[in-house]
């Protein structure tokens, strides 16, 4: 999965990273399926391990494009694993108080503690993104936050949290098929937003945003993967095995039992 990474120190281009990619894994759809479900029980046991021995914090953080996949990505790869454990926390635009303060005051309060794992569905990134395309906040002052993200994130990290960071990476033609679908699609009508189309004007714009954002935050500690994501079941299984191969390489185990714990058969 290495192939994903995006190495410290080194430029984007997202027009060199194909979208529907699918050279990590040999077979079809159906066999990708497969192998995901069986990722996330691994995923399940691994999580009930994190928990259980409480040394661990692990953060994942999710962007991209609207329709991007992020609801999609949280839904499938973490199906079934022990909602004790896990923690989604979603970022949107920044409330009265949240605005009030500092970009990454709202977003130290949800990292995770010990034994969780949290997701994050969008996050401290939107504050050099849309605040870029947007221009909420002038060059010198958003231009600065990529070495503040780049300390909060290793300070983290020297702290005991593992972060991993995806961004899911969609063509701009999927984009325009899963818009229209939701329009389409009764059940899906509630997350059409008139602002999508607006965000879509934007998209050249966007994509710049993201390849600075990406290089300029791409550490050994807390890497950005570019997710090939126009296919729902190819991005879901790249990134389990990604986290799956994190959490293996935790070498975790189950604590001690307490001392004194009686035998039940004699008491
Ligand atoms: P959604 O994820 O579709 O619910 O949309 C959330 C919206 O909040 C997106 O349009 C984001 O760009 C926006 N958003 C998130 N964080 C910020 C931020 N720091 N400043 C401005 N807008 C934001
Ligand atoms: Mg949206």
Do not use: C
Not at 11 to 30: C, M, N, T, W, Y
Not at 132 to 142: C, K, M, N, T
Not at 174 to 183: D, G, M, P, T, V
């Amino acid at each position: 999965m290495d192939r994903y990474r995006i190495k410290p120190g080194s430029q984007v281009d997202l027009s060199r990273h194909d979208p529907d990619d699918r050279s990590a894994f040999d077979g079809d759809k159906a066999a990708g399926k497969a192998e995901t479900a069986a990722l996330n029980g691994r995923l399940e046991a691994l999580q009930e391990l994190l928990y259980a021995e409480g040394r661990h914090k692990v953060l994942v953080v999710l962007q991209a494009m609207d329709a991007g996949g992020k609801d999609g990505t949280i839904r499938s790869v973490f199906e079934g694993v022990n909602p004790q454990g896990v923690k989604v926390a979603s970022f949107k635009r920044p409330t009265p108080p949240e605005q009030a303060h500092d970009y990454l005051w709202r977003v130290h309060g949800q990292t995770p503690g010990s034994g969780e794992i949290v997701i994050f569905n969008r996050s401290h990134y939107e504050d050099v993104l849309v605040v870029r395309v947007h221009e909420l906040v002038p060059e010198s002052r958003w231009r600065k936050r990529f070495a503040h993200i780049r300390a909060f994130e290793s300070m983290l990290g020297d702290e005991g949290t593992r972060i991993v960071k995806f961004f899911l990476h969609v063509s701009k033609d999927e984009q325009r098929e899963r818009l229209q679908e939701r329009i389409d699609d009764p059940r899906k009508r509630w997350k059409a937003n008139p602002a999508d189309l607006e965000e879509r004007k934007r998209w050249d714009d966007y994509q710049a945003a993201y390849e600075e954002a990406l290089a300029e935050t791409s550490t050994e500690q807390a890497p950005w993967y570019v997710i090939p994501a126009n296919a729902n079941w190819y991005r879901n299984l790249v990134i389990s095995r990604i986290l799956v191969d994190l959490l293996e390489g935790l070498s975790m185990r189950y604590p001690e039992p307490a001392e004194g714990i009686p035998d039940m058969r004699v008491v």
